[in-house]
């Protein structure tokens, strides 16, 4: 089992950044692909960004490429996603998740693990 938790979610302007992480239990971290999806108030969940276990490989979507960073320190069992030149169309519901894969496997199935989501508003 995984349980993930994420955090630093909030409101800034457009332009500005902020910095979510995803804290998540078990020994197994580095196991595990973790990626951020993202839901938008009358959208569909989408996969924003991912990364393999061991941090080497990375994906973004198009929205955000160039944007926002997807790391991971797996002594801290900790994912974390700094995003920067937010815009009003960031603002949504983001979610940490885990697969135990690649990353492909985290933009072409389910994840097995989900967190409760944190709250990103982008005001313009």
């Known amino acids: 089992q995984v349980q993930l938790r994420e955090s630093g979610g909030g409101l800034v302007q457009s332009g500005g950044s902020l910095r979510l992480s995803c804290a998540a239990s078990g020994r197994t971290f580095s196991n595990y692909a973790m990626g951020w999806f993202r839901q938008a108030p009358g959208k569909e969940r989408e996969i924003v960004a991912a990364?393999?276990?061991?941090?080497?490989?990375?994906y973004y979507s198009n929205a955000v490429q160039g944007r926002f960073t997807i790391s991971r320190d797996n002594v801290k069992n900790t994912v974390y996603m700094q995003m920067n030149s937010l815009k009003p169309e960031d603002t949504a519901d983001y979610y940490c998740?885990?697969?135990?894969?690649?990353?492909?496997?985290?933009?072409?199935?389910?994840?097995?693990?989900w967190g409760q989501g944190t709250k990103v508003t982008v005001s313009s």
């Open positions: 998740a885990a697969v135990l894969g690649t990353t492909w496997d985290l933009r072409t199935r389910a994840p097995e693990y």
């Open positions: 990364i393999s276990g061991g941090g080497g490989t990375t």
